[in-house]
């Protein structure tokens, strides 16, 4: 047998030497350094299995692969392929243009395990397609057979046709004694045309002597009986006599009872007896020939004559074999079917029917009979004969079909959903007990009626014509609507439904209901309370932040913590509460830090926003239970207006104090009575002096605007800000320092909180009076007078510029960012081949000279060579996936391993280094611990050699244990 041809197709010409002392003499070997090389080479020689390297100059392994597979389709392809490569080789193996990849530097014997794999499936590929060669052989033979059986069978029966006009018997049919069709032998015989012989009395035809006698013999034919014959004279139209030998019986002949008469001229009997005979001969060939079963047996129960298909359908060899039996008991099962068998026959002498027969080896066989009983003169049953079908696959399917059916009925009123068929013209064809019990209607209420009358509702009649025609177009539909029930009431219902096809044609659709009334009210229920919660939780007017306990990471907040700390839910929800901290506030005890001591109580702390303004806050905090789980919900309210009206408050109460010495016990009395007054005066007064310094020694813009958004107060602020000089601007429109693209949107904002009574936040251009452009974010609020009636508006607005411009600087460090990690990852990627290339060349050298005979040092040599080999592939494996890290790639495996033979490895890696040093390593395995795990051996053993590694560089003396 010749040896497998291998080619090996790779740009290192060590590699390639490496291989060929591996795989030996069992290849034919042939190598190429290029792809443009290996393809010359397979258009001169027949290759069974090709080995290429993916990176290659000129021309990549899966380009050649590609190209190959026109000049070498049945070959088994291999990939060589490094680390970066996995996801291309998995894609090209998926794709059927690589059969298997094999990842460098890779040990011998894998590669020779793989080669021979690879030759088995060639030589597997090759006999299966021997083997349908030879089939399709055998397939196309008896294509043929069937092709020259059926243009037989054609022929027959076209002979069998024309075989009543062209027979040598004249054929006539007589209908109360008129002639109402007859062949051409006849009008031949009698000298008539067709048109003249039809519709001619019979008694007019025949000359005296023979005309009681044919008529005779028509009264007697009685259906049951044999035909009667006898000899009859004719006149024919030119006046001779013509002497012929008829015979009649009974027939129908387009619906009415009639006489069927042939007869023939005795004088061409001779001819017209080898006629018959040739006839009769066609016939039995035919009966041959037939695919179904001929018998023909005697009342007592043996077998006259049968065809080879008889022959064949119960399992024997010959005609001879089966002519001896005996039918009762080696063709039926019992005595008693064999009664019932001619019970039905003499009931039904020309009906068909079926029943069972007991083949040679004891197997049933299905048949339908097409038989009848055969009298003789005097009415006695002569023999019995018939045709028989082998119906055993179609007794079988019905009884399949028939469970089927029961099933399916089952599953059908059983189902938990209302289904109904309808026809092409959109009637219920069934229902199923679940229609009956959503919609009320019995099963003979629905059928044959639409489902536009039964269950839709006039409101979705338009709705169910476009249902309708959706899925006569093909569509699968499936919605939710409303349908009615047979009290009119009306049903939230889940419709799917599609049309049914029976070989590529519509054959009706069915509909699928089901009641989502209950789902409807819970999802109506579940987003009402949604609703209430988020308008209540945002309504909330002090910052609320939900924590979760564990991790301490937000998880939700409400408007007001978005509107005070300037960041966006999905950035809060990244960070942790303490990271809103003031810098200075960090490192002293905050709230994050008792959580676990002083839930249900409060604390204050310094808090920072994005924009680096602090501020003073005091947080209350519980543990609640959110979304499933143990939550911490804090509220902050920012103080440091409190605490500035603390310290003028307390400076007031010193005045007070003081002037309350100097008062007289005269005005005691009028100080109580006027107690009340005095305190709402002083209030309005402090509010009033605290507002007047808020405002003015704010950093922010503030401004109060009536319901036409005229100014009627403004902050100094606006003169650093804006440039413009408070008193100025009262009474002018406040929209006329907004950038002009951004006047627009102000206006509908405004508008729409004078219609709805509510402050809302928006951001703006806003333009300064030396022409430069400020980005403000301003929140407005709403005053009502006693009527609930807009009359007054105030404004807080925030310069937000550097912030946008931080915002953008931010983006564009991040893009430069990304860029310079791709150039990282695709220098890695294209470095990884060109390291481990020579990689692959010294672990295949030191693998084939550890087969060779060495002495002990130079064993020490090769595998010093070997392990030092290993641990840079390691180092280099360990640098990917740094990079697969970073750019969050890596995959870990799930395979068995045992854990010892993975830290004895990483250990004979680190014992060269301490070597010749008072170290020792050791490794303790506890008896309890399993042998074998699960999960990714490669990552595991970087761990433990980065352990033992650094353990080792800084132990000087004692031990390195691993436990």
Excluded at 414 to 436: H, K, P, Y
Excluded at 549 to 570: E, F, S, V, W
Aim: glycine content about 4%.
């Amino acid at each position: 047998m010749p040896a497998t041809s291998l080619l090996i197709v790779d740009d290192e010409a060590a590699v390639r030497n490496m291989m060929r002392r591996a795989i030996g003499s069992e290849f034919e070997v042939h190598a190429a350094e290029n792809g443009d090389a290996a393809l010359q080479i397979l258009k001169r020689n027949s290759v069974q299995i090709i080995l290429t390297d993916q990176r290659m100059p000129q021309m990549t392994g899966l380009q050649f692969l590609r190209k190959a597979s026109s000049l070498s389709p049945d070959s088994v392809k291999i990939l060589l392929t490094g680390y970066m490569d996995m996801e291309t080789s998995i894609a090209s193996i998926n794709s059927d243009l690589v059969w298997r990849y094999l990842r460098k530097p890779f040990e011998i014997k894998d590669l020779l395990l793989l080669l021979k794999q690879a030759k088995d499936r060639y030589d597997l590929h090759a006999e299966n397609r021997s083997l349908t060669a030879e089939l399709k052989a055998v397939n196309d033979a008896l294509e043929r057979k069937v092709m020259a059986r059926t243009r037989a069978l054609q022929e027959s029966e076209a002979k069998y046709r024309s075989l009543v006009e062209s027979a040598l018997t004249g054929f006539l049919i007589v209908q109360d004694d008129v002639i109402v069709y007859c062949n051409a032998r006849a009008c031949a015989i009698l000298g008539f045309t067709k048109k003249g012989l039809l519709r001619l009395r019979v008694e007019n035809l025949l000359v005296s002597q023979g005309e009681s006698c044919i008529i005779d013999s028509i009264g007697r034919c009685q259906p049951r009986r044999k035909r009667r014959s006898a000899e009859v004279i004719w006149r024919h139209k030119k006046g001779g006599e013509i002497i012929t030998e008829l015979v009649c019986c009974r027939t129908v002949y387009e619906g009415r009872a009639a006489v069927h008469v042939s007869f023939f001229d005795v004088t061409e009997r001779k001819q017209m007896k080898q006629a018959i005979e040739r006839s009769e001969a066609r016939y039995r060939q035919l009966i041959d020939r037939m695919a179904d079963g001929l018998y023909r047996t005697t009342p007592d129960g043996s077998f006259v004559t049968v065809n080879d298909a008889f022959v064949q359908m119960l399992g024997y060899r010959s005609k001879k074999e089966i002519l001896r039996l005996d039918i009762p008991r080696d063709i039926y099962f019992s005595e008693e079917e064999r009664k019932d068998a001619l019970a039905v026959l003499r009931r039904n002498s020309q009906g068909t029917r079926v029943f069972r027969l007991k083949k040679k080896n004891g197997d049933q066989l299905w048949v339908e009979d097409h038989g009848r009983i055969v009298f003789d003169e005097n009415g006695n049953e002569l023999y019995y004969e018939g045709v028989v079908r082998d119906i055993t696959e179609r007794v079988r399917t019905e009884e399949e079909l028939s469970i089927q059916k029961q099933y399916l009925e089952c599953l059908f009123n059983s189902s938990g959903s209302a289904i109904a068929f309808l026809d092409l013209d959109d009637r219920v064809v069934n229902i199923n007990q679940m229609f009956t019990k959503l919609f009320g209607y019995a099963a003979v209420e629905a059928k044959g009626r639409k489902l536009e009358q039964l269950i839709i509702p006039r409101g979705k009649r338009k709705e169910g014509k476009e249902l309708f025609s959706r899925t006569t177009k093909g569509e699968q539909v499936c919605l939710d609507t409303v349908r009615k029930r047979k009290d009119d009431s009306l049903v939230d219902v889940e419709i799917t439904g599609t049309a049914i096809e029976l070989n590529g044609s519509k054959v009706g659709f069915y509909a699928i209901y089901q009641d989502i009334t209950e789902r409807k009210r819970a999802e109506e229920a579940i987003v009402a309370s949604e609703k209430k919660y988020r308008d209540l939780f945002n309504q909330i007017v002090d910052p609320v932040f939900i924590i979760d306990k564990q991790t301490l990471l937000i998880l939700d907040c409400n408007q007001p913590a978005l509107d005070m700390y300037g960041y966006r839910l999905d950035v809060l929800k990244t960070m942790k509460l303490a990271e809103l901290h003031a810098p200075g506030n960090r490192g002293k005890t905050t709230l994050s830090s008792v959580y676990d001591k002083n839930l249900d109580k409060h604390v204050t702390a310094t808090y920072m926003n994005q924009d680096g303004q602090s501020m003073e806050v005091e947080v209350r905090s519980r543990e609640i239970e959110y979304q499933g789980r143990p939550t911490i919900i804090n509220i902050v309210r920012d103080i440091s207006e409190r605490k500035l009206a603390e310290l003028e408050l307390m400076a007031i109460n010193q005045e007070l104090e003081a002037s309350k010495q100097q008062l007289t016990a005269a005005f005691e009395q009028l100080v109580a009575t006027n107690a009340q007054l005095l305190t709402n005066g002083k209030a309005l007064r402090q509010s009033e002096a605290l507002f007047r310094l808020i405002s003015e020694n704010a950093a922010d813009l503030i401004a109060v605007i009536d319901r036409r958004g005229t100014y009627l107060y403004a902050s100094p602020s606006f003169r650093h800000l804006l440039g413009y000089v408070p008193e100025q601007l009262v009474g002018k429109w406040w929209l006329e320092h907004v950038h002009p693209q951004d006047k627009a949107r102000a206006l509908e904002s405004f508008q729409e909180a004078i219609g709805t009574k509510r402050g809302y936040v928006l951001e703006y251009r806003a333009q300064h009076k030396n022409g430069s452009l400020r980005v403000l974010e301003s929140s407005v609020n709403v005053i009502c007078d006693s009527t609930e009636r807009p009359v007054k508006m105030v404004i807080v607005a925030h310069d937000i510029t550097q912030r946008k411009q931080a915002e953008l600087d931010m983006k564009k460090a991040k893009e430069e960012s990304e860029a310079a990690n791709r150039a990282k990852s695709q220098f890695l990627a294209n470095m990884s081949h060109e390291i481990r290339t020579p990689l692959n060349g010294i672990i295949g050298y030191s693998d084939l000279l550890a087969e060779e005979e060495l002495d002990e040092e130079q064993c020490d040599f090769v595998n010093v060579i070997q392990t030092s080999a290993n641990f840079l592939l390691d180092l280099i494996n360990e640098i990917l996936d740094l990079s697969k890290i970073e750019s969050q790639g890596m995959e870990l495996e799930t395979k068995p391993f045992v854990l010892a033979d993975v830290v004895n490895d990483r250990m004979q890696v680190v014992q060269p280094r301490i070597a010749g040093e008072a170290v020792e390593l050791k490794f303790e395995l506890a008896r309890d611990v399993p042998k074998t795990f699960m999960g990714d051996p490669t990552r595991l053993g970087q761990i433990i050699l980065n352990l033992l590694s650094n353990a080792a560089k800084f132990t000087e003396e004692g031990s390195i244990t691993v436990e």
